[in-house]
């Protein structure tokens, strides 16, 4: 039995009775303890794995009702809270943190009896892209531990790629689900803002993030959505996306539709060679599959950056100001401190990268650079979201690289923040005007994955996976030699 | 421009120690610079970008006590009271 | 000059401004009024209660506010204990009018005091400082209070005096009460904040009133304070202050303010909501009558003289039991019993959750009194009666033998009887039949007013002549 199958393969291995979900979640980790030193893709590993599949087993066995999953083994982003867990977000200021509660989407995936294996590395709070700012250390690129799995569902990605698990929920607020997809050469969604429940995911900055799938096949990623998407009555920002099937029809092909290449994502100087050649193969496949293509312009996506930097950490420094290690947080003893430099003292247990933006996000939106920052950049949201809504006017599916550049070595650009920050040009503009977007691996350059991104119109789904599926048809990549 | 002192002071807002404002000053200064970029946008006409919803989406007045007691998942109790530090 | 800030608790709500625990706390052991949102765990949503909204709209209204087309919510950022995530969610007029209310008056003597801004917000946790000295200091923090629904009003530096934020206190409780949003009686429900000053004075801001009367006794203090630094030629200076409630005086705030930058964001956790006309319409509709209108119909429609509309339109308690137990054609009497005969009996909270009178009681007093069966002065001991025990009119009457006497045979006795005791008032009767009246009180304090005034006077006036 090969832990490499797609999750629609292994809920048909266990529903024939070819394997169970017992020796499934064994063999899982099994391949867990032999790797994670060398991948170190989770922070925690729920104990009860056995004990739960074992359950399920029993249920099939008895032929009671069973969920969907069928004891699949799924990976946790530690930024989403899983109720009487401990859930970090990867930062020393909640390593004692246990969660109270469970987020919807865990709740919607204990009900279909997935099996949530372990809860996965992260970036800090999810600020990074490369999972290289985790307090409890990086997380490796599975197709070579030199190099970043990206990130911040960097564990996510790693856990996926190197076979530990089937699937994993990550969150992206500015590609840090779409940008490990791609460094590690598996799928990675970003939904439509609000198609998703935000509740239990710990905000970085809410008014543009989500939480998304990421499996090693297009058609998992929709099944997961299926079974994750829906309004919820905890998240006043969900909306309402009419319970389609995203599944069904996900062969349908994209014979005659438009496709938009964003000029400013997918030629200049940024942008590394050996991507933007990968890229325009991956236009020739969209047209040999019957896609019309054209090249189009975004003009404001050359303030993205800028602005996604401004308003997420003018939202950080909001969000991130509960941790005051008062309520819950780590042990660090009141005496001898008064309450301001109690607090000051404890926060400094937040990393560099944290700190950083928690400083920016202290500048941002006071009172003397509001109107400078702030306001600026939310306007350049406001702007770019009606062109890119008037370019779906006339294109089907915008596209890009998902990342300009190849996975990186470790330590490469820590040291030049706005160097990395650059990186996030291609992802931010899905998460600023809230469409989805998705990273399809498409190459493996000298042993290096690059992925492809496609932008749908809000809520549209449905079409971009038929559109990611068709790509994935054209593809036939080796898994992660581990 | 930025200065050192302007990261001093938004650290002790933020409530973040820092140990000397030198490890920060150079990035900081550079990421703030980089923003802007912004001045340059045509933007002046745009509206504050924001989602809505009608007040039948609203939730319901209604008293539902949550299922657990709460004040044990938290730390520094004294009786059922949470423990902060003195004030002044 | 003097302009306030008042916050007013949504207490009579089920649930709190953005979860499900109860908006009343006060019955909860500390802590035990708690979900992950009031707290403010990772990853909770704030989830915005739709009452809350409908009530706070409708306060804005009833203060003559302008209502947004959308509400929208901002988080006002800083440090503090009490604040489970160290940022309120409150509302303002950032990018354009979206807080439930701004632009309003009232009308007090004829002048108009402004409302700047109505905002719907959640209110904080509760502090409480333990240990002797300083050094051993402890801070509890009960965080049951945290998200209650707030309504902050802000007015403009308006009032010339306390004499007229009196007045609009009044105005501003009995509105709640009418609206039935919010029991102003019930300890923290009513805060406020006053920004006091004299002529050619700065500014002072008085912080921590925690009641109407102690806002009075603040101002009044400030105000007094203010006036003898100016007189021995020392400036006011700038700063805020708080008030001692203990020692009832206000007191320079040692710690200085920091210049606290609050740095107001977007709250994109809740999307603005549309207030749209047809639900404003309807809560417009389904708004208690003001009480400017009630005191209008009351003088215009049953002729009730103005002063007794007054009393009788600015309390709810009242007005609602002239609204059941009036008619037509008893309506003036009603409110006369009201106001002059019930009054003393039924004048604070405890004694109105007592009593035991109903709307049908005072109708059917005023019955017997218009039919001749008792004297108005019987009616009144009555009532006394009615309030402690809850008896029917006919029982009391038939009890305690108040029905009136006009028996001539038995009143010319007692009257026969008071006359030979007031020798010299019968004499004084005589020479000047103003003065008789006197020897009427004399029977009806002898009868305990059951005696039929008409009558009595009659048979006097027939034995003095005699």
Redo the contacts between chains.
């Keep these: 039995m090969s832990l490499a199958i797609s999750a629609l393969e292994y809920i048909s291995n266990v529903k024939n009775g070819t394997t169970t979900a017992e020796e499934f979640i064994a063999k899982t980790l099994d391949r867990i303890s032999k790797h994670e030193s060398k991948v170190h893709a989770f922070i925690s590993i729920n104990e009860n794995a056995l004990e739960q599949a074992r359950a399920i087993d029993k249920k099939i066995k008895s032929k009671e009702k069973v969920g969907a999953f069928y004891g699949m083994p799924i990976s946790i982003k530690d930024n989403i809270s899983v109720k009487d867990g401990k859930t970090t977000c990867a930062s020393k200021m909640l390593q004692e943190y ?1 969660s ?1 509660y469970d987020a919807t989407v865990v709740t919607k995936l204990k009900s279909q009896d997935a099996i949530l294996i372990g809860k996965a590395n992260l970036d800090e709070f999810a600020m990074g892209i490369a999972t290289e700012f985790s307090a409890f250390g990086p997380s490796k690129n599975p197709w070579n531990t030199d190099y970043v799995p990206g990130g911040s569902s960097g564990g996510s990605a790693a856990s996926v790629s190197a076979l530990e698990c089937v699937a994993s929920l990550g969150s992206d607020t500015g590609g840090s689900v779409r940008n490990p997809a791609s460094f590690c050469s598996v799928v990675g969604l970003k939904p439509t803002y ?1 198609l998703v429940s935000r509740y239990g995911l710990v905000s970085y900055a809410n008014s543009i993030e989500q939480i998304g799938p990421i499996a090693r096949r297009v058609e998992d990623v929709a099944l997961l959505l299926n079974h994750i998407s829906g309004r919820d ?1 905890n998240d ?2 969900t909306i309402d996306g009419k319970n389609q099937d995203y599944l069904g029809e996900i062969g349908s092909g994209i014979q005659d539709k438009k496709i938009g290449v964003i000029k400013e994502m997918s030629r200049g100087a940024g942008l590394d060679k050996n991507v933007e050649s990968a890229f325009w193969r991956a236009v020739d496949s969209f047209e040999k599959l019957g896609a019309k293509i054209e090249e189009m312009s975004l003009d ?1 996506v ?2 993205t ?3 996604y ?2 308003l997420t950490t003018a939202e950080a ?1 909001s969000n991130l ?1 509960r941790y ?1 290690n ?4 780590y ?1 660090m003893d ?1 005496e001898g ?9 404890a ?2 247990n ?1 990393g ?1 990268e944290v ?2 933006r ?7 939106p ?1 009172a003397g650079f509001a109107g ?2 702030l306001l ?8 770019l ?1 009606r062109q890119v809504l008037e370019a779906f006017k006339k294109f089907d599916f915008l596209i890009s690289p998902t990342v300009p550049i190849l996975p990186f070595r470790f330590g490469e650009k820590v040291d030049d ?2 160097a990395m ?1 650059m990186a996030d040009i291609n992802t931010v503009t899905a998460n600023l005007t809230g469409v989805p977007a998705i990273s399809v691996p498409f190459e493996i350059h000298n042993g290096l994955p690059i992925g492809i991104q496609i932008h749908a119109n809000t809520l549209q789904e449905k079409q971009l996976l038929q559109a990611a599926y068709a790509l994935q048809g054209t593809t036939s990549l080796p898994g992660a030699p581990l | 421009m ?1 200065t050192k002192e ?2 001093e002071h ?9 140990d000397n404002a030198d ?2 000053f150079e ?2 200064q ?3 610079n ?2 802007d ?5 045509d ?2 006409s ?21 299922e ?4 044990t ?16 | 000059m003097i302009g306030l800030e008042i916050h007013c608790q949504l207490t009579n ?3 709190k401004l953005f979860c ?4 009343n706390y006060r019955e909860f ?8 949102v009031c ?1 403010g765990l990772p990853g909770s949503l704030p ?8 009530k706070a709209s409708m306060i804005a209204m009833a203060l003559n506010c302008k209502t947004p087309q ?1 509400l ?1 919510f901002f988080r006002k950022n800083y ?1 503090y ?1 009490d604040l489970p995530k160290n940022f309120q969610i409150t509302q303002l007029n950032m ?1 354009g009018p979206t807080s439930i209310g701004d632009q309003g008056k009232v009308s007090i003597e004829g002048k108009d005091i402004r409302i700047r801004r109505i905002q719907l917000e959640e209110d904080p946790g509760r ?3 333990e ?1 002797a000295s ?1 050094r051993t ?7 049951n209070r945290a998200g209650t629904p707030l309504v902050e009003i802000v007015t403009e530096p308006d009032f010339d005096n306390p004499r007229q934020v009196r007045i609009f206190l009044n105005i501003l409780s009995d509105l709640l009460e009418n609206l039935g949003v919010s029991d102003p009686t019930l300890e923290g429900a009513m805060r406020a904040d006053a920004n006091v000053s004299i002529e050619g004075g700065l500014r002072v801001e008085v912080k921590n009133i925690g009641s109407f009367h102690d806002l009075e006794k603040a101002i009044h203090f400030e105000l007094t304070r203010q006036q003898s630094l100016a007189e021995r030629g020392i400036p006011v200076a700038q700063e805020t202050r708080h008030w001692d409630d203990k020692r009832k005086i206000t007191i320079s705030s040692r ?1 200085k303010e920091e210049d606290e ?1 609050y740095r107001y964001i ?1 709250e ?1 956790d809740i ?6 006309s047809k ?1 404003i319409e309807k809560w417009r509709g389904s708004m208690p009558e003001s009480i400017s209108s009630k005191k209008e119909r009351y003088i215009t429609k049953y002729n009730i003289p103005v002063q007794v509309a007054d009393v009788l339109s600015s309390d709810k308690y009242y007005s609602d039991l002239f609204e059941q137990a009036h008619t037509e054609s008893n309506a003036k009497e009603i409110a006369n019993m009201i106001t002059t005969d019930l009054m003393g009996l039924v004048d604070t909270r405890e004694k109105r959750e007592q009593s035991k009178l109903s709307p049908k009681h005072l109708s059917d007093l005023i019955e017997i009194i218009n039919n001749g069966k008792v004297t108005r002065s019987s009616a009144k001991n009555a009532l006394q009666e009615i309030v402690k025990t809850g008896k029917s009119v006919s029982e009391i009457v038939s009890q305690t033998g108040l029905a009136k006497i006009s028996d001539e045979g038995e009143l010319g006795k007692i009257i026969t009887e008071i006359m030979s005791q007031e020798p010299t008032a019968v004499q004084q009767a005589r020479e000047n039949p103003q003065t008789i009246n006197y020897l009427v009180g004399k029977v009806m304090q002898k009868t305990k007013g059951t005696a039929d005034p008409t009558l009595t006077l009659k048979i006097l006036k027939e034995k003095i002549s005699t």
Excluded at chain 2, 37 to 41: F, G
Excluded at chain 2, 75 to 86: D, M, S
Aim: with cysteine.
């Design positions: 246990v109270p609000g009555a006043n920002t404001m050359e303030f950056v800028a602005t930097y401004v420094g100001s005051d008062i309520r819950y947080g042990q009141l401190y008064e309450f301001k430099s109690y607090i000051s003292k926060r400094k937040f560099p700190t950083r928690m400083i920016l996000g202290g500048f941002v006071s400078k920052y600026k950049a939310l306007k350049v949201k406001s702007k979201k923040p706005l920050y | 930025v302007d990261i938004v650290a002790k807002l933020m409530r973040i120690d820092i490890e920060h990035r900081i550079k990421i703030m980089y923003f970029i912004l001045d340059k946008a933007i002046e745009e509206e504050i970008p924001v989602q809505e919803v009608t007040i039948g989406e609203l939730r319901e007045d209604k008293y539902i006590p949550f657990s007691k709460l004040i998942n938290l730390k520094n109790y004294k009786g059922t009271f949470v423990r902060a530090p003195k004030m002044n | 709500l089920q649930s499900s625990c109860k908006a052991e500390p802590n035990t009024n708690l979900c992950p707290m989830r915005l209660n739709q009452k809350a909204v409908e959308r929208g440090f204990p990018y502090l409480i400082y240990g300083e200091q402890i801070t509890l923090v009960d965080y710690s930058d977007l994109g999307p603005w909501v549309v207030l749209d639900s």
